[in-house]
């Protein structure tokens, strides 16, 4: 449900109940709760929290995980470092890069693979190379970063995302996670490419990612950063958009109209609005049209995007 958030705004304790009028009609905001299993959002530049239901709910992220995994090789300081494709790397579920075994890239190109179009065997090629050819070794840095930067409620037990053992974390760790993340320019500069070209560095073989996050061809003030999906985890996304003196970040777990809600929440907070001009209701795709989207997507849809 819903429910009251203690926020601190200017140095004032301030009562956020939900997502407050101003930005959302009661009817809208219904329906977005009924189709999110878990949701939190935040204004950065004045670090209040709109919006958030169930936050501290324990869920599974999917490919949000990847985020970490990105952050991890980031702070690695081994960008450039070449890295060779051994047969553990790719032994993993869709969604793939399909990568070789032998061919050789660099850190970077499969940091930007993961993030993009969500390559597992990207990811797991990075957990298994920066965990020096163990990745329960990169898992536990996985683990220590967490705790570092305030994720409580958080376990990681691979690199992709996948529903294996106790994987699990919270919309509310997420959003920390999320954070600390674009406080990295690099990781910001990856968070919004909509296409990643590389190519295998001893066999020439091309590569193309293109990027899962339908915002960043959509919606002109999104800047990011990360989908998810399986089929315990449903959809997922992270999502933000900025404009002017807004920028706001979202965070939607098991989001049964990601696509939709997302941009209603986007499209109410930044209206698309100039100086001296009254508010125009920005037109709301009605739950059918928005169902029939989400069927279409689900045949479509890999084990885990």
Sequence with gaps: MIRPLLTLFCGTTLLVTGLSAAYLDKETADRIKKNTDAIIAKDLNNKQLIFAKDEQKINQPASLTKIMTAMLAIESGRMNDVVTITREMIQVEPTKANLRVGEKFYLRDLVKAAMVMSANDAAMSIGVYLGDGDVDNFVKQMNQKAKKIGMKNTNFTNPC????????????????????????????????????????????????????????????????????????????????????????????????????????IFEDVLPDITEDKPVAKKAVVTPKKATKKASSAKKKAQKLA
């Design 161 to 264: 995302g996948f529903d294996i053992g106790n994987h699990y974390s919270t919309a509310q760790d997420l959003l920390a996670l999320s954070e600390y993340a674009i406080k990295n320019s690099q990781f910001n500069d990856m968070a919004k490419l909509k296409r990643h070209d590389f190519r295998a560095l001893n066999t020439k073989r091309s590569y193309a990612a293109y990027t899962h996050n339908k915002l960043l061809n959509n919606y002109k003030y999104a800047v990011g950063i990360k989908t998810g999906y399986t089929q315990k985890a449903g959809p997922c996304l992270i999502a933000r958009a900025k404009k002017d003196n807004k920028d706001i970040l979202v965070v939607m777990l098991n989001s049964e109209h990601r696509w939709n809600d997302i941009k209603t």
